[in-house]
């Protein structure tokens, strides 16, 4: 079974700070790891993935995450937060034996004060 | 080259209705997977199709049903509304066989509310 935990259900940053959002998975096999965005009253938008190639993976809108297998994370960052970063990011892990099947964490609301 | 599209984009319906939600795929996508985000809460897979047949099933009561059409359009069915149905219910296409991975790519989803 597959799992995933955000730590951190809102998290609140100042325009031009650190964005740091944290994700932990379980998985009994090499996991593939997903971070997708969500904005008010709109689905997902994937943001980047790691499919076991590069450990460092860069996505749009200048976030990126590092798969660190020892330590189960896959955490998202972006060195510089902008007020239309403010939205809800999830983590989501799928694996080979488990086809197309995503399984998310419970999501970080993003906050970005002025 | 058109993104996944779904229909209706609201919905209200009361206890004890059938429901029908209809997702249209990206272009030349063959594996459509359905989800369900309550409020306040990350998507939680249903069930998956690919070619016409189910791929794979979440912890969903059989009340829950789909279709998969030959031109890999979806259709998610729901019998016997409860309250707790009430969430937004998210479709995705992705180009991927049975076991295989490949990014999936979400409409906007459509808003049931149960009354």
């Known amino acids: 079974a597959q799992s995933v935990t955000q730590l951190g259900s809102h998290v609140s940053v100042s325009e031009g700070a650190l964005v740091l959002l944290r994700c932990n998975y379980s998985s009994s096999v090499p996991p593939y790891l997903f971070w997708y965005v969500q904005y008010p009253n709109q689905g997902l938008q994937l943001l980047l993935k790691y499919t076991s190639a590069a450990t460092l993976v860069k996505g749009i809108n200048g976030f990126e995450a590092e798969f660190k297998k020892s330590e189960t994370s896959f955490h998202l960052t972006k060195p510089s937060a902008h007020m239309s970063d403010a939205a809800e990011y999830f983590c989501a892990v799928s694996s080979p034996n488990a086809g197309n099947m995503l399984t998310f964490g419970g999501g970080t609301r993003l906050m970005v004060k002025p | 080259e058109t993104g996944v599209t779904q229909s209706p984009t609201h919905l209200i319906k009361t206890r004890g209705q059938q429901v029908t939600l209809r997702c249209s795929s990206q272009?030349?996508?063959?594996?459509v997977s359905w989800y369900q985000q309550a409020l306040g809460q990350g998507p939680q897979f249903i069930f998956q199709y690919y070619r016409e047949e189910e791929n794979g099933r979440g912890n969903f009561p059989p009340r829950f049903s789909g279709l998969q059409f030959p031109n890999y359009s979806s259709e998610l069915n729901v019998n016997a509304l409860e309250l707790d149905d009430s969430a937004l219910y998210l479709c995705?296409?992705?180009?991927?066989?049975?076991?295989?991975?490949?990014?999936?790519?979400f409409g906007p989803g459509t808003r049931l509310t149960v009354l």
């Open positions: 272009s030349g996508h063959n594996t």
């Open positions: 995705a296409s992705s180009l991927a066989g049975r076991r295989t991975t490949d990014t999936q790519y």
